[in-house]
């Protein structure tokens, strides 16, 4: 695929997320697709395509107004997409506000997503853990 048809899977899958369209989204990543994050532990942690959904799921379900997300600079080269994001306005129902910036590097394989690495800050989203831990 072309870099120009890359950084659209890519859009596709993010614009998917963002309005909630989680399976539609995840149904564009490839079986054996890997998701990267910072963690406590050197190295960060990769999680599977199904834990990343049901972490996805937990995540979404804590809020009651949604973070918005905007969108940033997009750099693509070969089979990878950078993009940075911001996410703001986010309440969970607990009163928590979330807001984040993120970076990601994107892989994608045969027009369908195969490995992202999240950037952010994670000590933003330490807030809603205890709501997402409670609701699991």
């Known amino acids: 695929m072309?870099?120009?048809?890359?950084?659209?899977?890519?859009?596709?899958?993010?614009?998917?997320?963002?309005?909630?369209?989680?399976?539609?989204?995840?149904?564009?990543?490839?079986?054996?697709?890997?998701?990267?994050?910072p963690s406590d532990a050197a190295g960060g942690v990769t999680m599977s395509k199904t834990q990343m959904y049901d972490a996805v799921q937990a995540f979404g379900a804590v809020f009651k107004t949604p973070p918005h997300l905007t969108r940033g600079r997009i750099t693509a080269e070969d089979d990878r997409v950078c993009i940075e994001q911001v996410s703001r306005g986010g309440e969970t129902h607990g009163g928590a506000i979330y807001?984040?910036?993120?970076?990601?590097?994107?892989?994608?394989r045969d027009g369908k997503i195969h490995e992202v690495r999240e950037y952010m800050n994670p000590l933003l989203g330490a807030a809603l853990m205890a709501e997402m831990q409670a609701g699991a």
Not at 99 to 108: F, G, M, P, T
């Open 99 to 108: 807001a984040n910036d993120y970076h990601l590097l994107v892989i994608v």
């Open 2 to 37: 072309s870099v120009d048809e890359n950084k659209a899977v890519v859009c596709e899958f993010l614009d998917r997320m963002a309005s909630g369209e989680i399976d539609q989204a995840f149904a564009m990543m490839t079986n054996d697709a890997g998701w990267w994050l």
